[in-house]
């Protein structure tokens, strides 16, 4: 146990530690399920709006990284579709009779219907 006292007393860098000691040691092979997750120890930044990140959060949590929501992204349509709407009318804009956008977690503008 001394010896346990003086190694943690050279220890530096003071982050929370757990000392697993007696016979339960010997388990740690069985108990190990969560640090032999592929994402244990890595820390995921979740950028997706806030009503679809969950889904993810908990994919990744589920694979052992610790998530952390930041929406960056808001989808909304444009507060005024007019100049996009003129600019695409444009003769010298390629044509197209139908523009399809897709986002993977987004809905589907067909370009036919306003905004």
């Known amino acids: 146990m001394r010896e346990l006292l003086e ?3 050279r220890i530096r860098d003071r982050e929370a530690a757990i000392l697993v000691a007696g016979r339960v040691a ?3 092979d069985h108990l190990r399920w969560c640090d032999t997750r592929p994402l244990f120890g890595k820390r995921v930044l ?3 709006p806030r009503e ?3 889904e993810l959060v908990d ?3 589920a694979l052992g990284a610790d998530s952390i929501e930041a929406p960056m992204i808001r989808m909304a349509p444009p507060e005024d579709p007019d100049p996009l709407l ?3 009318a444009k003769p010298e804009v390629v044509r197209l009779d139908r523009l399809h956008e897709r986002q993977r977690r987004g809905g589907v503008h067909d370009g036919a219907s306003r905004w």
């Open 86 to 88: 003129r600019a695409a």
């Open 7 to 9: 190694a943690c007393a």
């Open 46 to 48: 979740v950028t997706r």
């Open 52 to 54: 679809q990140a969950p």
């Open 59 to 61: 994919l990744l949590t």
């Open 26 to 28: 010997g388990l740690r």
